[in-house]
């Protein structure tokens, strides 16, 4: 490739990274002042001051994001975005609103808007954030639809692959011994040869054994099976999802078998992009209904504490008040993270200081429900580069899942009734790495269900007593600082939280590897 050619593929990226933002407002100081926002943070912005310009602007430039104002002169947001929706302007907004508008601006969410902002404090500062996350969210989007593509993809190829005979096919007597099988199918299950598969019979390779009797129930009903899903064990102990059609005549069985291992993969994807997506949905409303009461009582617990003696108990419960109010207000922002993928500023913060705030919180409920909490933090642990909000958060989660297990499994007063917490220093790819581990003798979690106990929704505590959600936030943090979160756990005996967390001189590290670049 010449010069000019790379010179040429630099400036397509450049333009197909440029975002274009329509700014739709009446008042044109307050537009103008708007756009001067959105251009510092690179953006590249036009301005409407009415309806039906924006209308006619949108017709003729492509545009990414419209900001619209919720009263115009001409007419109200609700009447262009149904002109948008007659031209098939598929664009998405954000509508901007005056105090005392809020309502009406969730109704015109509704309606397709991607998000609502009131025009005071600090909207001009949330402005690009606005459109920075709305930009990521449409991108995360674009992502989902290619996997959809790529799943049609891949039940094409499926589709191609039975059209060309490149599947496995078998023959097997009534006992399943295996008569025939072709190389596909030796290769599909690991076997070295059709000769070496042939030497075994169906039932070792079934995971469910059962699913041969269901097989046979339904061969003799019908006579045969057009598509029968079950799991078989390859030589490497892989299970495989296989799809296959079977016909029985006189004392043999035969048919095909199909691996559709990927296919099964692909779907859970999709699905947990999709539950990933409602959840971004759900953190957002969230976000909105939980912090304007939250403010309030923040105000009101201010008035208290101004009002009162320094030294009284009423101030400092004031304070307290106004500090989790603060706390409650920051995790209503963190939800946001299971869709965006977004983490705060980081900082070095000690371990113990995290530690002593966490269990500054729950230790009355753990006195109470008589749990014992030992603690084992050296005083030489490097501080971990954390956002302290968010790892506070995973501590507050694991000491709370912790003490519902140590209550089911110790209803009362136990010496076993213990939460252990340790850390220690470790190395990981020559990189310095904290480990915190929160082990506790409670009633553990079982087998079949430890893979899928961070799963978003998937909760072991009985109906509303969780969410499913905090394990999930827990991993998704974790994992946004570049950490790691292993469970262990055995049913009835106890559950082994290890966390991976890098330390302070990683940043160091990291800095002076960009500066020999």
Do not use: W
Not at 277 to 284: D, K
Not at 469 to 494: P, R, V
């Amino acid at each position: 490739m010449t010069e000019k050619e790379r010179k040429e593929d630099r400036v397509k990226d450049e333009t197909a990274n440029t975002r274009t933002i329509l700014v739709v407002e009446d008042d044109e100081g307050l537009s103008r002042l708007i756009a001067k926002h959105l251009r510092k943070a690179d953006f590249d912005v036009a301005v409407a001051n009415s309806g039906t310009q924006a209308i006619d602007r949108i017709a003729g430039n492509p545009t990414d994001l419209v900001l619209l104002d919720y009263k115009l002169g001409d007419m109200f947001a609700a009447q262009v975005v149904e002109v948008f929706n007659e031209r098939q302007f598929k664009i998405p907004f954000v509508i901007m609103t005056g105090h005392g508008d809020e309502k009406i601006a969730v109704e015109m969410m509704k309606s397709g808007a991607r998000d609502y902002i009131v025009k005071e404090g600090e909207f001009f500062a949330l402005l690009p954030s606005i459109a920075k996350r709305i930009f990521e969210e449409l991108q995360n989007e674009e992502k989902l639809t290619q996997a959809n593509k790529a799943l049609e993809e891949s039940e094409r190829k499926y589709r191609s692959i039975v059209d060309n005979a490149l599947v496995g096919v078998y023959k097997t007597n009534l006992r399943g011994d295996i008569l025939y099988a072709n190389r596909a199918l030796s290769i599909m299950l690991g076997y070295e040869s059709p000769e070496e598969l042939m030497l075994y019979n169906v039932l070792q390779i079934y995971k469910n054994k059962n699913e041969r009797n269901v097989l046979f129930d339904k061969l003799k009903k019908s006579g045969g099976i057009d598509k029968f899903e079950c799991e078989v064990i390859s030589t490497n102990g892989d299970t495989l999802n296989i799809i296959l059609s079977a016909t029985l005549a006189g004392n043999t069985v035969s048919g095909v078998v199909m691996n559709i291992t990927e296919k099964i993969r692909l779907q859970a994807e999709n699905m947990r992009a999709g539950q990933l997506a409602i959840i971004g949905e759900l953190a957002a409303g969230a976000a909105h209904e939980i912090n304007n009461p939250i403010y309030g009582i923040i105000n009101y617990a201010q008035l208290i504490a101004d009002e009162s003696d320094g030294d009284s108990r009423t101030h400092k419960f004031g304070k307290l008040i106004i500090e989790e109010g603060n706390r409650i207000a920051d995790i209503t922002k963190n939800l946001l993270s299971l869709s965006r993928g977004k983490t705060n500023e980081k900082r070095p913060v000690q371990i113990y200081e995290l530690f002593t705030n966490s269990l500054k919180l729950t230790k009355v409920q753990l006195k109470k429900d008589n749990i014992i909490i030992k603690d084992n933090i050296p005083k030489n642990i490097p501080a971990i580069i954390v956002n302290p909000q968010e790892i506070h958060q995973v501590f507050l989660n694991l000491i709370q899942n912790a003490r519902y297990a140590l209550n089911e499994k110790y209803p009362g007063k136990d010496n076993d009734k213990i939460l252990e917490i340790s850390c220690s220093k470790l190395l990981i790819d020559d990189y310095p790495y904290v480990r915190i581990i929160f082990y506790d003798r409670g009633i553990g979690i079982p087998e079949n269900i430890l893979s899928k106990v961070t799963n978003p929704f998937f909760t072991t505590k009985p109906h509303a007593g969780g969410t499913g959600l905090g394990l999930s936030i827990s991993q998704n943090i974790i994992n946004n600082h570049d950490g790691k979160m292993t469970i262990e756990s055995t049913y009835g005996e106890f559950t082994n939280i290890i966390i991976d967390l890098p330390a302070e001189k990683l940043t160091t590290k990291n800095e002076n590897k960009d500066t020999d670049n």
